[in-house]
């Protein structure tokens, strides 16, 4: 019977090695991946119910826009504004609500109405 | 079989020990990358699910939407011009909409004043105002009307369910009466008039007609009114391209950094590798996984954060943009909408450049001769 | 019976260009297995230019090597009369090399910031050998070495004659047929040397066959060197058995 030596040991506990670390790594994070790809998958066949009350208001009061930018007429209804709803105030009002940065002006879709 | 699985196995150990020997740089390049690719992935999946959202609460948004303009101003529509249209063939039916913006000066919130069948003296608010006035059903509301009377007393009769916060969030719905008295609106005008039409392929011959009859009116047609919700939600314009595009720069720079960057103490370890018997395929293999090693890592811990933080918990890092100086903000849980396609261009861009940047400059590296170890 | 057997070997570098120069100059040479073959000669003799063809590190510009007694993972049976490693395309000549050869560096040649038993394992890592017997082997190694303890430690914190054994150790790793070490004793110091013609003892009783290039007496004049060849200006001036 040998008895083990400590280097011996030593050379034996080396055998959690790094890769196997990294690849069960990544088969963990595939895992995370799927699972949220299910509870995507899950979440929207539940969408018709989640969004059954914005659906309803929207067909009851006719709504054109959503609410997301309340700081200016234009930026809380921007499928209503025209190229000048921005300067409603002044001709050289220049850009002052960050939201307008984010929403773009409307892009005429037939020119003889704009 | 195996056998190519195990020199997989042990090159990827080899690449793992060498990112280990600089342990702080290569633990922040991670973490850099995966940042960038969360805060990419953040957006893609807050835009689509947001534009997703869009065309299913706007399906039923008027057919058209005719505005009178004077002076390039939006202007009331007198309520002759909706008689007029009415009788134009295809119309279905006209009707006026009187709605309007009040500006709460309490709270600084704006608020949309919209018109419904209601009984006098009630409103029925959304879940955002009933937020901003922390003000609940049967509550009374006070609104400054315009005409410097007795301000207008308002019971709340109902407050819109809090999934709607996304369509209804500021609104406050009255009687036509009380938006007359609010707004000191003028009798015989309406702010807009939606019309149903009879076939949607009619719209722009329609809207020419108006047009031609009256030429201050502007019509919008929905394809107009759901183009503006495609163009805000794409990824490909205003604020979202700027981001991209720094994104991108940031991938080039890592992928150049690595492309360029084999210094000589790297090259005079591919020398030694190769003359203790590594080939040049088992060389380039290693820079491979290098390369990989992080740019998977990164695209998975980003991609599953983004999607934790848009989808759990409905994007707050986005919340200071999004809200600019508005004192309303709409608080909604978003549907996922993950696109295959849109994450594959992801992972394109942040996975294979980085993991293949290295293997053009490593290949001359990698073909120096066995023998050149010895030499030096 | 194993053989390394050189006939008319010419390497020659620059071929063509104004820095045209000949390393190694139409040599003959039949390498003895299991027996200590010593290269001696000054710098520029073509002692390493040698080595380098003859561990299939390179090509010789002409002549013939023929290996016998070396199993190739492309052979099914040993051929009789040997392998002309010459002709071979590359693969199969890192293959052999793999097999057969084991290098020892002047500067020994360790990765930095890389532990002592990965050092040990590296030329094994491509062969696509499962990793527990390797490594069982490497530590074997650094245990007939006396440098077990170090097995975790990086290369940076041994000291020379530790290092010396670990490049050792690196070098029989794939259980090679030859070892061929190149100014191994450059710098170390007598005592050191001496320790590392013990080890060379060693290997040559398990049957090893060793070939050193060296121009250190206590390498050449070593009991133990069975042959030693010398060289000049790419040419062997004279070759013997040690007297």
């Known amino acids: 019977m040998v008895k083990k030596t400590k280097d011996e040991i030593l050379i034996k506990t080396f055998r959690i090695r790094k890769s196997t670390v990294f690849l069960v790594l990544t088969i963990i994070n595939v895992m995370a991946f799927s699972l949220l790809m299910l509870h995507a998958r899950s979440v929207q066949a539940r969408a018709g119910q989640l969004l059954a009350s914005s659906i309803s208001i929207a067909k009851e009061l006719q709504l054109t826009d959503l609410c997301l930018f309340t700081e200016a007429r234009y930026t809380r209804h921007p499928a209503m504004g025209d190229v000048h709803a921005a300067f409603q105030d002044h001709p050289l009002a220049l850009e002052h609500f960050p939201s307008g940065s984010l929403v773009p002006a409307p892009r005429p879709f037939m020119r003889r109405h704009e | 079989m195996n056998k190519a699985i195990e020199r997989h196995k042990n090159i990827l150990e080899f690449s793992l020990s060498s990112l280990l020997r600089r342990k702080t740089k290569n633990a922040s390049l991670l973490a850099i990358y995966t940042l960038i690719v969360f805060a990419i992935a953040s957006l893609l999946f807050f835009l689509s699910a947001l534009k997703r959202e869009s065309i299913l609460i706007l399906k039923d948004a008027p057919d058209m939407v005719v505005q009178r303009m004077v002076a390039g101003r939006q202007d009331l529509v007198p309520l002759v011009y909706a008689k007029e249209i009415a009788s134009l063939r295809g119309v279905r039916k006209v009707t006026p909409r009187l709605w309007g913006y009040y500006y709460d000066a309490p709270s600084g919130g704006n608020l949309t004043v919209m018109t419904a069948a209601m009984p006098a003296g009630f409103i029925k608010i959304g879940s955002g105002v009933s937020r901003l006035r922390r003000a609940t059903v049967a509550d009374v509301i006070v609104l400054q009307s315009y005409d410097n009377e007795v301000p207008l007393m308002l019971e709340i009769k109902e407050v819109l369910p809090y999934e709607s916060e996304l369509a209804a969030a500021d609104l406050v719905i009255m009687s036509d009466l009380d938006f007359r008295k609010l707004f000191k609106f003028p009798q015989g005008h309406a702010t807009d008039l939606a019309l149903t039409v009879a076939n949607s392929r009619e719209l722009s011959t329609l809207a020419e007609k108006i047009v031609d009859r009256y030429p201050d009116a502007r019509p919008i047609l929905k394809s107009e009114m759901l183009r503006t919700y495609d163009s805000i939600f794409d990824w490909r314009g205003g604020m979202m391209l700027v981001m991209m595009i720094a994104a991108v720069l940031s991938f080039i720079i890592f992928a150049w950094d690595r492309a360029t960057g084999l210094s000589a103490e790297e090259r005079k370890e591919i020398g030694i590798l190769k003359s203790i018997g590594w080939e040049t395929s088992d060389v380039l293999l290693l820079k491979f996984w290098e390369g990989a090693v992080i740019s998977l890592s990164a695209f998975f811990f980003g991609v599953i954060a983004a999607y934790v933080h848009v989808y759990f918990f409905s994007a707050p890092l986005f919340q200071p943009v999004l809200k600019g100086w508005s004192v309303l903000y709409p608080q909604f849980k978003l549907v996922p909408a993950v696109d295959a396609y849109q994450l594959g261009v992801l992972f394109f861009l942040t996975v294979a450049p980085y993991t293949f940047a290295t293997i053009i400059p490593c290949w001359r590296a990698a073909t120096i001769d066995p023998d050149a170890a010895m030499r030096s | ?243």
Request: hydrophobic share 45%.
């Open chain 3, 1 to 243: 019976m194993n053989m390394i057997s050189l006939t008319n070997i010419t390497k020659s570098f620059h071929v063509g260009k104004a820095s045209h120069f000949v390393a190694v100059n139409d040599v003959s040479l039949d390498i003895a297995p299991a027996k200590v073959t010593i290269l001696k000669g000054p710098s520029g003799s073509g002692k390493t230019t040698l080595m380098t063809l003859i561990g299939c590190m390179a090509r010789p510009t002409s002549g013939r090597i023929v290996l016998s007694g070396m199993r190739a993972a492309w052979m099914t049976s040993e051929d009789p009369s040997g392998v002309e490693i010459t002709s071979l395309p590359e693969r199969f000549l890192n293959d052999i090399r793999r097999r057969t050869f084991g290098f020892v560096f002047q500067q020994f040649n360790l990765l930095k910031g890389i532990s002592v038993l990965e050092n040990v394992m590296l030329p094994a890592y491509p062969t696509g050998e499962d990793h527990h017997v390797f490594a069982a082997r490497a530590g074997e190694l650094l245990e007939q070495f006396s440098i077990a303890r170090h097995a975790k430690s990086p290369v940076e914190w041994l000291s020379g004659g530790e290092l010396q054994r670990v490049a050792i150790a690196r070098a029989l790793i794939n259980d090679p047929a030859v070892i061929i070490a190149d100014e191994p004793t450059a710098h170390l110091d007598t005592a050191l040397s001496r320790e590392f013609m013990t080890i060379v003892g060693t290997l040559k009783q398990a049957g090893r066959t060793i070939l050193i290039a060296s121009h250190d007496p206590i390498v050449y004049d070593s009991p133990l060197a069975d042959r030693v060849v010398e060289m000049r200006d790419g040419v062997i001036t004279s070759s013997g058995p040690k007297l």
